[in-house]
């Protein structure tokens, strides 16, 4: 027999759930009101602790994890206010569900969590012991709670770089909305990698060109400011402009969408008619 107890009688009921879902022969369970759940293996012990195992890692995973990694944004990081909190934890599951790249070790595939979790459970669970999950957690999984720290931290590295997209694309915003209009209207024609600007009257504009229309406060600005493409629309400030791509979600289309809102129109490439200069 096996007693594994839990913090919360609730926690003991999902655990139960987990345990039943398989219906499994190799093992039998009881529990009562005192949070404790005693798992008797029924034949085939080896293979019985490994179901237990099982279900023990999917516990963790599904239950226990997001608290461990709310403790680890808030006891290691003191990101205390439940907004920012929740923001990382959402940025952090975008990393340990493989959304985004870990671009520290450069790794795409690291030990699985439940793996890690396997690796501790397995040489510990024995016919006859008695334990408490969460001192199990504490001090027997420290290489999986290590990985979710290294999440967290490429998390908050992430969030810092969105609050800062996010005061550069208001800052934009901000002298957009009081600069005077050069241009009434941009055509942008975006040919990845290259963006070519044309006047109202279609006129091609070269690089040379725009950089003169350049306002030298945004040179100076603390962060940096694209020189070919954001900076000269900025500067022109133009009321409409209008976007011809084949990939809207292109980076620096997004940014320019963020700033200009409703003063951008995309169309299709093959909207534009004319010829492009060779440069």
Same mark, same amino acid.
């Given at each position: 027999?096996?007693?594994?107890?839990?913090?919360?009688?609730?926690? +003991? $009921?999902?655990?139960? /759930?987990?345990?039943?879902?398989?219906? !499994?022969?190799?093992?039998? /369970?009881?529990?009562? &009101?005192?949070?404790?759940?005693?798992?008797?293996?029924?034949?085939?012990? $080896?293979?019985?602790?490994?179901?237990?195992?099982?279900?023990?890692?999917?516990?963790?995973?599904? =239950?226990?994890?997001?608290?461990?990694?709310?403790?680890?944004?808030?006891?290691?990081?003191?990101? !205390?206010? $439940?907004? *920012? %909190?929740?923001?990382?934890?959402?940025?952090?599951?975008?990393?340990?569900?493989?959304?985004?790249?870990?671009?520290?070790?450069?790794?795409?595939?690291?030990?699985?969590?439940?793996?890690?979790?396997? &690796?501790?459970?397995?040489?510990?669970?024995?016919?006859?012991?008695?334990?408490?999950?969460?001192?199990?957690?504490?001090?027997?999984?420290?290489?999986?709670?290590?990985? +979710?720290?290294?999440?967290?931290?490429?998390?908050? &590295?992430?969030?810092?770089?969105?609050?800062?997209?996010?005061?550069?694309?208001?800052?934009?915003?901000?002298?957009?909305?009081?600069?005077?209009?050069?241009?009434?209207?941009?055509?942008?024609?975006?040919?990845?990698?290259?963006?070519?600007?044309?006047?109202?009257? =279609?006129?091609?504009?070269?690089?040379? *060109?725009?950089? %003169?229309?350049?306002?030298?406060?945004?040179? !100076?600005?603390?962060?940096?400011?694209?020189?070919?493409? +954001?900076?000269?629309?900025?500067?022109?400030?133009?009321?409409?402009?209008?976007?011809?791509?084949? *990939?809207? &979600?292109?980076?620096?289309?997004?940014?320019?969408?963020?700033?200009?809102?409703?003063?951008?129109? =995309?169309?299709?490439?093959?909207?534009?008619?004319?010829?492009?200069?060779? *440069?």
């Amino acid at each position: 027999m096996i007693k594994i107890y839990f913090e919360q009688h609730n926690e +003991l $009921e999902k655990f139960i /759930c987990l345990l039943q879902a398989d219906a !499994n022969p190799l093992f039998s /369970c009881e529990h009562s &009101d005192d949070r404790v759940v005693a798992i008797h293996l029924v034949q085939e012990e $080896e293979k019985g602790l490994a179901a237990v195992a099982r279900a023990v890692a999917q516990f963790i995973l599904h =239950f226990m994890e997001d608290r461990l990694l709310l403790s680890i944004i808030s006891g290691t990081f003191y990101y !205390n206010d $439940e907004e *920012e %909190q929740q923001q990382i934890l959402q940025l952090a599951h975008s990393f340990l569900d493989g959304e985004r790249h870990d671009y520290r070790t450069g790794k795409k595939h690291r030990q699985s969590r439940e793996a890690l979790i396997m &690796d501790a459970l397995l040489p510990f669970l024995k016919d006859g012991l008695s334990f408490s999950l969460a001192s199990f957690v504490t001090f027997r999984l420290k290489p999986y709670i290590q990985l +979710l720290s290294h999440y967290v931290e490429l998390a908050i &590295d992430e969030y810092k770089l969105e609050q800062e997209y996010q005061t550069f694309v208001q800052l934009l915003r901000d002298y957009v909305a009081v600069r005077e209009t050069k241009w009434s209207v941009v055509h942008l024609v975006h040919r990845p990698p290259e963006f070519f600007f044309f006047d109202a009257q =279609f006129r091609y504009v070269p690089k040379t *060109e725009l950089k %003169q229309w350049i306002d030298r406060k945004l040179v !100076n600005q603390p962060m940096y400011i694209d020189a070919t493409v +954001l900076a000269p629309l900025v500067s022109l400030a133009p009321k409409t402009i209008y976007v011809y791509t084949d *990939e809207p &979600d292109d980076g620096m289309l997004q940014t320019l969408q963020n700033v200009f809102q409703e003063r951008l129109r =995309f169309f299709p490439s093959q909207a534009f008619r004319r010829s492009l200069p060779v *440069e």
